[in-house]
C-alpha cells in the first residue's frame, strides 16, 4: 500500500500517520482511529516513516485479533492467581515510587490515581491528588503530600469494609486491566474471576498501608515482581530470532559458501529493515516491505553507500535515486526472499514452531514477476562460435592469458564442449577422480572428498562420464599423467577459488573477458552454453533422451527409470562417442604418439 495511503497533513503543515481501526477490533484496542504526529512538514521525510509505524499498527492488529480469538478460560490456578496478585502489589508500589523520584507526571497510565478511582466508586471524596503542583518539583509537593494522606485514611477504612462483607467489586478494573495485560481471558461468571478479585482486594489494601507507612517517613521497599509468572502469554519464539535461527541453520547445513554468502546479505538486508524479529512476530506485510526495498537498491553499491544499512540507502536514495535500469533484479530479490522462505521453512522443519500449529511461511507465494524466467536466458554456442572459440589464440597458439587458470584455459572448454559437465564439475576435479574400467576412461564426478570442496547440484550430478574419443586425441590422459608425476592432487591447480570458494569462480568471469574479446558478446552466451550445445548434438545424434540425461546429470521425471542400476557406463561410452559438431575441425590439437 503507498504510504500516501496513511499521510494526513494538518492544517499547522504537519504530517500525521492515521490509519483506522479494524472495526471487529476496536473493542479490543478501544479506539477508532490510530494518529501519530511525524514531526514533520516534508512529505518525503513524511513518506520515510510510515512504513515502519504501519508494520507497528500491523503487530498490533494481529495481537488484537490473537486476544479477540483466544479461548475463554473458566479457570485459574492458584499459582497464577497468586502470580497476578504479586504482579499487582508490584505495579502499585512502582507507580508509588515513581510519583515520588518524579512526580506523579510520570506514573504508568494503567494506574495512574488508582486511589482516586476507589474513592470516587465508594463516593467520599476528599480531596484530590494535584497533578500540576505534584509534577511542579521532583517528587511530592505539600499539597499534594496532604491530599494523599487524606486520600488514603479515607479509602483503607472503606476498603477493610468491602473485604470484611465480601464485596470485591471495587476491584474489577484493576482484575480486567491485568488480565488484559496478560493476555488472558477469564470468564467472569467463573468462581476463578471472583477469587481473583478477592486477592486484588487483600493486595489494595496492603498496598495502601505501604504506602501510608511510606507517607510516616518509614523505609518501605517496593516488592519485585513475580520471578514466575504463571499467566503471561508464553512467550513462542522468544530467543528464535532470525539471525539466531540462520547460525543454526548454517551449523547443521554447512551450504556452500556461496550460498552461505547470499542467504547471509538477505538475511542482514531484512534485520537492517526490520530489526531482528523473533521468526514468530515476522508477517507477510514485512516481507512485501522488504521487497519492495530492495526493488530501489542500485545492484552495485558504490562509495559511501557500501557502509550503510538498507534503510540509510534508501534515505540517501530520496535525493540521489538510482539511474533506471540500474536496480536490484527481480531475479535477485527473488532470491533473497527464497532465502528468507527457506530459513523459515527449516525454523518449522525443526519443531520451534509446533506450539503454532495455524502458523504459515510469511515468505511463501512473495516472489516478484520476473520476465526472464519467461525465456531462454541461455543460448547454446552455435557453429561460427564455436569455430571462434577453438581458432583463438588459447587453442591455436597454446597462449595462456593471465587468469586462465594455466592449462585450464585450453581443458574446461573443451571437456565442457565434448561432455556437458557443468563448469564447477570439471574445475573441482582431482587428478584421482580420472579412471578407467573395462578399458574406458571416464571422469568419475563425485562428493567423496569433501575436504578438497568438492559439491554437486543434487544427487544426479554424481555419475561417471566416458572421455569423448576427441579428448582422448587432443591427449587428455597425457595431461592426467604429467599432473600425476609432479604429485599434483588437483586436475587443474592453477585455477584459485573465489570469495565464495568456487573453484571456477574467478576463472568464469576471465572466460567472460576472453569470449567478449573474441567478439561474443551476446549475455545469453556464456560458459554454460557448452552445455546446451551439447545437449542439442545429443539430439542430432539421436542419443536417447534417457542416455543424454544421464551424461548429464539431469533428473529424469520418469519413476521407472529410478529404477536398477542405471545406464551402464559402455552405453554411455558408446553414446558419447557419436556427438559431433557439424564444421567444427579440432585436428590441430591432437597429439602426436
Known amino acids: 500500500m503507498s504510504a500516501m495511503t496513511y499521510l494526513w497533513r494538518h492544517p499547522s503543515g504537519t504530517y500525521y500517520f492515521r490509519r483506522a481501526v479494524p472495526d471487529d477490533l476496536r473493542a479490543v484496542i478501544k479506539r477508532t482511529m490510530i494518529k501519530k504526529s511525524l514531526g514533520t512538514k516534508d512529505v518525503a521525510v513524511a ?3 510510515v512504513p515502519a509505524l504501519a508494520l507497528q499498527t500491523d503487530r498490533e492488529f494481529d495481537a488484537a485479533k490473537a486476544w479477540q480469538d483466544a479461548p475463554m478460560r473458566t479457570e485459574l490456578s492458584d499459582a497464577e492467581i497468586g502470580s497476578l496478585a504479586a504482579d499487582y502489589l508490584h505495579l502499585r508500589l512502582a507507580e508509588d515510587d515513581a510519583r515520588r523520584i518524579e512526580g506523579s507526571g510520570k506514573d504508568d497510565d494503567l494506574y495512574k490515581s488508582v486511589n482516586l478511582q476507589i474513592a470516587e466508586h465508594i463516593g467520599g471524596m476528599v480531596g484530590r491528588w494535584s497533578d500540576d503542583e505534584a509534577t511542579a518539583e521532583i ?5 499534594a503530600y496532604q491530599e494523599r494522606r487524606e486520600t488514603l485514611e479515607f479509602v483503607l477504612p472503606a476498603l477493610k469494609e468491602k473485604l470484611a462483607r465480601g464485596d470485591t467489586r471495587i476491584e474489577e478494573f484493576e482484575v480486567r486491566t491485568l488480565l488484559d495485560m ?3 481471558k477469564l470468564d467472569r461468571a467463573s468462581p476463578s474471576y471472583r477469587k481473583l478479585c478477592h486477592e486484588f482486594l487483600k493486595v489494595a489494601i496492603k498496598a495502601n498501608e505501604m504506602v501510608l507507612r511510606r507517607l510516616d517517613g518509614e523505609v518501605v521497599d517496593t516488592p519485585p515482581p513475580p520471578a514466575v509468572s504463571f499467566v503471561r502469554p508464553k512467550q513462542i519464539g522468544v530467543g528464535v530470532t532470525l539471525s539466531v535461527m540462520f547460525n543454526r541453520w548454517l551449523d547443521e547445513r554447512k551450504p556452500p559458501r556461496k550460498t552461505e554468502l547470499d542467504f547471509g546479505t538477505a538475511i542482514r538486508r531484512f534485520t537492517e529493515l526490520h530489526g531482528d524479529l523473533s521468526v514468530t512476530e515476522i508477517t507477510k506485510p514485512h516481507v512485501r516491505a522488504y521487497k519492495e526495498a530492495l526493488s530501489r537498491l542500485p545492484r552495485a553499491l558504490s562509495g559511501k553507500m ?8 534508501l534515505e540517501h536514495l530520496e535525493t540521489s535515486p538510482a539511474p533506471a535500469g540500474t536496480t536490484l533484479m527481480p531475479g535477485t530479490i527473488n532470491k533473497a526472499t527464497g532465502a528468507l522462505q527457506t530459513l523459515l521453512s527449516w525454523v518449522e522443519g525443526q519443531g520451534y514452531l509446533d506450539e503454532l500449529p495455524n502458523w504459515s511461511n510469511p515468505a511463501s507465494k512473495m516472489k516478484m514477476h520476473d520476465p526472464a524466467e519467461q525465456e531462454d536466458n541461455r543460448l547454446p554456442y552455435d557453429a561460427d562460435d564455436l569455430k571462434v572459440i577453438f581458432g583463438s589464440g588459447v587453442f591455436r597458439n597454446a597462449e595462456r592469458p593471465r587468469g586462465g587458470g594455466g592449462e585450464a584455459a585450453k581443458w574446461l572448454p573443451l571437456i565442457a564442449l565434448l561432455s556437458g559437465a557443468r563448469e564447477e564439475e570439471i574445475g573441482q576435479a582431482l587428478v584421482a577422480d580420472i579412471k578407467a574400467e573395462e578399458g574406458i576412461a571416464y571422469l568419475d564426478i563425485n562428493t567423496l572428498d569433501r575436504q578438497a ?6 544427487k544426479s550430478s554424481r555419475r561417471q562420464l566416458p572421455l569423448h ?3 582422448l586425441r587432443c591427449g587428455l590422459l597425457e595431461y592426467v599423467e604429467e599432473r600425476r608425476r609432479v604429485g599434483d592432487e588437483r586436475l587443474f591447480p592453477d585455477l584459485h577459488p573465489s570469495v565464495t570458494r568456487q573453484v571456477t569462480g574467478n576463472w568464469s568471469k576471465w572466460w567472460g573477458r576472453y569470449t567478449d574479446g573474441l567478439g561474443i558478446t551476446d549475455p545469453r552466451k556464456v560458459f554454460h552454453s557448452f552445455r546446451h550445445a551439447f545437449k542439442d548434438a545429443c539430439r542430432d545424434a539421436k542419443i536417447a533422451e534417457e542416455v ?5 546429470g539431469h533428473t529424469t521425471a520418469s519413476v521407472g527409470r529410478k529404477y536398477g542400476e542405471g545406464v551402464p557406463l559402455s552405453v554411455l561410452a558408446e553414446a558419447v562417442a557419436k556427438v559431433r559438431y557439424k564444421g567444427l575441425d579440432l585436428s590441430h590439437l591432437h597429439v602426436e604418439r
Not at 517528587?139 to 499539597?143: K, P, Q
Open 139 to 143: 517528587g511530592l509537593s505539600e499539597r
Open 548 to 552: 543424454h540425461d544421464r551424461l548429464t
Open 453 to 458: 570442496g568438492k559439491r554437486v547440484k543434487n
Open 306 to 313: 557500501r557502509k550503510m544499512t538498507v534503510p540509510q540507502v
Open 469 to 471: 574419443p576427441e579428448l
Open 182 to 184: 496478560h493476555g488472558v
Open 47 to 49: 513518506k520515510r516513516k
